[in-house]
């Protein structure tokens, strides 16, 4: 079973910083893209951003030259920098892996439980 545990996150004014963290652990033969997406209230799941093993990031326009994500595959481990944000950034935030559990078995998607995110005008 892979398990993804997120850590970071809490509340910050804006124009502030906050880091987010995620480890994946388990049985895992390999993990393609790692990233994050985000869910406001009443609003649907949305990326942030994703990096793929080769290390080829793709961003949300509402996050691109705000936020860095970046992944240590010898830990497993993607991480995102969250810098200038903003009150619209507040979401619970989740992290999101593509694993292949056995060489012979298809690619799955892994979420974490999710992270709050809170920013204050």
């Known amino acids: 079973q892979v398990q993804l545990v997120e850590s970071g996150g809490g509340l910050v004014q804006a124009g502030g910083s906050l880091g987010l963290s995620c480890a994946a652990s388990?049985?895992?033969?390999?993990?393609?893209?790692m990233g994050w997406y985000r869910q406001a209230p009443g609003k649907q799941r949305e990326l942030v951003a994703t990096?793929?093993?080769?290390?080829?990031?793709d961003y949300a326009d509402p996050v691109k030259g705000r936020f860095a994500v970046s992944r240590d595959t010898v830990k497993n481990t993607v991480y995102l920098q969250m810098n200038d944000l903003k009150p619209e950034d507040t979401a619970v935030y989740f992290c999101?892996?593509?694993?292949?559990?056995?060489?012979?078995?298809?690619?799955?998607?892994?979420w974490g439980q999710g992270t709050q995110v809170t920013v204050s005008s």
């Open positions: 990096i793929t093993r080769g290390g080829t990031t």
């Open positions: 388990g049985s895992m033969f390999s993990i393609n893209v």
């Open positions: 999101y892996a593509r694993v292949r559990t056995e060489v012979l078995l298809p690619e799955r998607d892994y």
